[in-house]
């Protein structure tokens, strides 16, 4: 009786469900939700930081508006700068950031068409201009939405971009360097321009850095393998502390208190003074590790160029200055480093702990420092040219790793993905 009971309720319970079970219809072309227009840009996340250093004038954010499926007609999307939304946004958010004026934004289209059969309409832009005559570290917002779209809905989730527009007295450029390194042709064997880096008593390295990921045994910051290289990592080591080997051996020891953390900016410095046998990581200006018995020998001078003539990429194997790489036949991609990298120098001097900690973030007048002999801001945003400042004419250029090891295939990287956006570097000496 009870087993004819349960059938019961079985039979019950798959009858309520067979009108649901029984729906044939062909969703491949069509929604089961009423087919709604949105921006794509907005489609994850419907606010983009839109900040840029002062020395900027304009810049066009691009995007496009797109269905949830196709349409048998043409649809008809309307633009615009919505400053009404700016205080339902600051209410929402407990901000209290001012509108965009008008003066700084083009709308370069106010509609678009989305064809028949067709989910996604040409891309369009909004132009900023005259960036440098806003405040400095002032956010303003600037609401782009979509004011109606003729014939279907609008998804509200993605309907507006809130852009917040920042011109910014920090760091917001900076080159990731994932499956691509750095070479320094200049530091060659036979170049003229290498001297400037060659018989040094004394060197400092520096540079600012964010690791995005630390799952190499090593990530290579700067410098030559085995030689004279600031890294992280290392065999047997945490593959989150800084290390150099030098032509003396390994600095500094274990110690997993001075780890460095993923997604984190770290100005870092490497002091050597030869004729003291000091050696010393500073981490933002502030003294991380030192040793002042690294050397006593008959060295007495250090050289980061000369090593090896170059080759078709402008470098000559393993044992060259590169940032981003080590030692690894054929441009072996296990030691790269998954990060950013801007503000990169080097000094012929071991410069002292209020030295770094003053000009962390920017070197004024390159030209006019004596001790500076390599300065790579990184601030390009575009291409894969890295301009020496110092006038000494060592460029860097950007080489691609290998994919595998047959070597068939090199890496090649957009504009977008070499020079990411969105990038601001906080500055840790200005209390």
């Not at 303003?140 to 979509?146: K, V």
């Not at 051996?249 to 110690?255: D, V």
């Not at 997993?256 to 770290?266: F, I, M, P, S, T």
Request: charged share 20%.
């Amino acid at each position: 009786m009870r087993i004819h009971k349960l059938y019961q309720c079985f039979a019950a319970a798959v009858l309520l469900f067979l009108p649901v079970a029984c729906d044939n219809t062909d969703y491949s072309e069509k929604s089961p939700f009423d087919n709604s227009a949105y921006l794509n840009v907005a489609a994850s996340k419907n606010t983009e930081a839109f900040t840029f250093n002062r020395k900027v004038t304009s810049q066009t954010k691009t995007f496009a508006v797109k269905l949830s499926y196709p349409s048998g007609d043409d649809v008809k999307v309307s633009l615009k700068v919505d400053a009404s939304l700016t205080s339902e946004y600051n209410a929402k958010n407990d901000t209290h950031y001012e509108v965009l004026p008008e003066t700084y934004y083009q709308l370069l289209k106010t509609e678009v068409v989305i064809p028949a059969g067709k989910t996604t309409s040409e891309e369009v832009g909004i132009k900023f201009s005259k960036l440098d005559e806003l405040e400095i570290d002032v956010t303003y917002l600037c609401p782009l939405s979509i004011g109606g779209a003729d014939g279907v809905g609008v998804m509200d989730g993605s309907r507006t971009m809130y852009y917040l527009v920042r011109r910014s007295s920090a760091i917001t450029t900076a080159m990731n360097l994932k499956n691509i390194y750095v070479a320094v042709p200049g530091f060659d064997k036979g170049s003229s321009t290498s001297d400037v880096v060659n018989n040094l008593s004394a060197v400092t390295m520096e540079a600012i850095i964010r690791v995005n990921s630390f799952q190499q045994e090593i990530s290579s910051i700067m410098g030559i393998e085995q030689y004279f290289l600031m890294r992280i990592g290392d065999k047997e080591f945490p593959n989150r502390q800084l290390q150099t080997q030098t032509t003396f051996g390994k600095f500094p020891e274990i110690n997993n208190q001075k780890l460095l953390l993923a997604g984190e900016w770290y100005h870092v410095a490497l002091t050597w003074d030869i004729a003291t046998a000091t050696i010393a990581f500073y981490v933002n200006g502030q003294l991380q590790s030192i040793s002042t018995s690294h050397g006593k020998s008959d060295l007495t001078s250090i050289s980061l160029g000369d090593k090896l003539p170059d080759d078709e990429f402008g470098n000559g194997g393993d044992f060259n200055f590169y940032f981003g790489r080590s030692y690894g036949e054929s441009h072996d991609i296990s030691r790269q480093f998954d990060g950013e990298i801007c503000e990169a120098r080097i000094w012929n001097v071991a410069r002292t702990q209020e030295q770094i900690y003053q000009n962390m973030y920017e070197i004024s007048n390159p030209t006019t420092e004596p001790a500076l002999c390599a300065y790579w801001k990184f601030d390009e945003g575009t291409g894969t040219v890295v301009a020496d400042r110092t006038g000494h004419g060592n460029d860097a250029k950007v080489v691609p790793y290998w994919k595998g090891s047959d070597h068939l295939e090199m890496y090649s990287k957009t504009d977008a993905e070499l020079w990411p956006s969105g990038i601001e570097v906080p500055k840790v000496n200005q209390e």
